[in-house]
């Protein structure tokens, strides 16, 4: 359930209502009055400004109530997430100002004549001239935005803002929105290929499945910079780094457990092979047709090649069939699919990753009662898995030592430094992946990247600090 501010305010009638009326008739409706402004008070009349904390879906139906009220003017309503976004939420300024004509015949014409010219015969002179060293691109076409769907390029937009947000205050990123109104996958990637030579990576993002697929394969292929699906990698960099320390909490090893991984779409499949790469032996993926089984056929190419993988069960059957002495259950698919009963079948100490959003594939207050470590995607329960705790520092490492790309062990290397930002004397059953706003996530990821695009001969440039 999303919750939210919204400012009221409210002409009242003093001889037709009190203050104790309107508070009563907000909390009836399931408001929470957080503040109260008087804007204009007199003997007869007064004109408040009422903050009011709700749901999403009681905003209208507490304004309503209010309008209802004998002697009360509802003179406007103000939603503060709608107020943030006015405008759009990020912007571009120059890094030095413009004040004379000597200003102007360096930055413009004609002193850019010059640089230009460095540039058109060293074109990797760019990086350092440009803005190209410290600009990433998050691109979508709008079809797969988390918990909404299919709702096109220009309602991802926010989201793709937001992102960009991130990007600079986390990690001091230039990131800029492209939201491309085609959902062909020849177009995509041409329009990504065209645009690149400004930006130093490309974010894909929200982008369905299994088109994701074919649209990062192609363009890692076929561009020199850095291409990384956040809904796929993100997510899983997030799961392996809490499973990581949750398999400490619990005193197992990952070569030992027994993995389910619930939903193979995006998420899942990138989920099931960085599990794989970590060293997991047996694992189990399923879908809404059941398990993916070893030796089995399938027309979906991420699922035929899991069904190659020597790891993979070939054990047949539902997900309530199969969970049963499962050690680790990871979902990505949707909500109340699991009761507590089919948690219990699973082997002692057991640990739950459900992260299907809003509701979870089980609800929280059921599997806490019967699971060792628990697991959401939501920031309102312990122990959040959250993409955020990624991209910033596997740009910011990709970008400073110009990867060529983003390969399986710097996804892994990143998935170890942020479970090592939870420290042994922190780490228990509540603790187990470090908070987004953790100072020492950013530089921790930055840092094992490096050192993984550098072992693996992508990196093409050392940063100082390795040096």
Same mark, same amino acid.
């Given at each position: ?14 001889? &037709? ?12 409706? %399931? ?31 507490? *304004? ?8 009360? +003017? ?11 976004? &006015? ?29 230009? *010219? ?23 076409? /709008? ?15 926010? +989201? ?18 492209? !939201? ?20 130093? @990576?490309?974010?894909? #993002? ?5 088109? !994701?697929?074919? $649209? ?10 850095? +291409? ?9 960099? +997030? ?11 619990? /005193? ?7 993995? $389910?991984?619930? /939903? ?14 970590? @060293? ?27 069904? #190659? ?21 990871? %979902? ?60 910033? @520092?596997?740009?910011? @490492?990709?970008?400073? !030592? ?5 390969? #399986? ?23 187990? $992946? ?22 693996? %001969? ?10």
């Amino acid at each position: 359930m999303a919750y939210n501010s919204i400012i009221v305010r409210l002409e009242m009638n003093h001889e &037709l209502v009190n203050f104790g009326e309107v508070a009563s008739t907000v909390s009836k409706a %399931g408001g929470d009055i957080r503040s109260i402004d008087v804007i204009r008070s007199g003997q007869h009349n007064s004109v408040r400004d009422i903050t009011i904390h709700a749901a999403d879906d009681k905003e209208r139906e507490i *304004t309503e109530a209010l309008r209802s009220l004998p002697g009360i +003017v509802v003179v406007n309503v103000s939603d503060q997430t709608f107020l943030a976004h &006015l405008g759009g939420k990020i912007e571009v300024a120059p890094r030095q100002p413009i004040k004379n004509r000597d200003d102007l015949s360096k930055v413009y014409t004609p002193g850019v004549a010059r640089v230009s *010219t460095a540039i058109h015969e060293n074109p990797d002179k760019a990086y350092s001239l440009t803005i190209k060293r410290n600009t990433v691109a998050v691109v979508t076409d /709008g079809t797969a935005v988390l918990g909404l769907g299919d709702i096109g390029p220009k309602a991802a937009a926010p +989201v793709m803002e937001g992102k960009a947000m991130l990007f600079k205050q986390l990690a001091g990123v230039d990131a800029f929105p492209i !939201c491309l109104d085609t959902k062909d996958t020849e177009e995509i990637i041409r329009t990504i290929k065209a645009i690149s030579p400004i930006f130093g @990576g490309i974010n894909l #993002e929200d982008i369905s499945s299994p088109r !994701c697929f074919e $649209i990062e394969r192609r363009l890692d292929e076929e561009l020199d910079i850095p +291409v990384f699906h956040d809904d796929q990698h993100g997510t899983a960099i +997030v799961v392996v780094a809490g499973l990581l320390n949750a398999l400490k909490v619990v /005193g197992k090893r990952i070569e030992h457990v027994r993995v $389910i991984v619930n /939903g193979i779409g995006a998420a899942g499949v990138s989920i099931c092979k960085m599990l794989l790469a970590a @060293g997991v032996t047996r694992l189990v993926p399923v879908d809404r047709e059941g398990a993916i089984v070893r030796g089995g056929q399938y027309d979906h190419p991420m699922w035929a090649w899991l069904a #190659e993988q020597p790891q993979v069960e070939a054990v047949q059957g539902t997900l309530q069939e199969v969970i049963d002495g499962a050690d680790v259950f990871i %979902g990505v698919s949707r909500g109340n699919i699991l009761s507590a009963d089919d948690v219990s079948r699973m082997a002692e100490n057991r640990i739950v990753f459900a992260m299907a959003n809003p509701t979870p594939e089980i609800e929280p207050e059921e599997a806490l009662k019967v699971v060792r470590v628990f697991a959401t995607g939501r920031s309102d329960y312990p122990n959040q898995i959250n993409n955020v705790l990624v991209f910033p @520092g596997m740009f910011r @490492g990709a970008l400073d !030592c110009r990867a060529k790309t983003i390969n #399986e062990p710097m996804k892994l290397a990143a998935a170890r430094a942020i479970a090592a930002v939870v420290k042994a004397e922190e780490r228990h059953e509540q603790y187990i $992946i470090p908070s987004i706003f953790n100072d020492q996530v950013v530089p921790n990821v930055r840092r094992a990247v490096i050192e993984a695009a550098i072992l693996t %001969g992508v990196a093409r440039r050392i940063p100082p600090d390795f040096r």
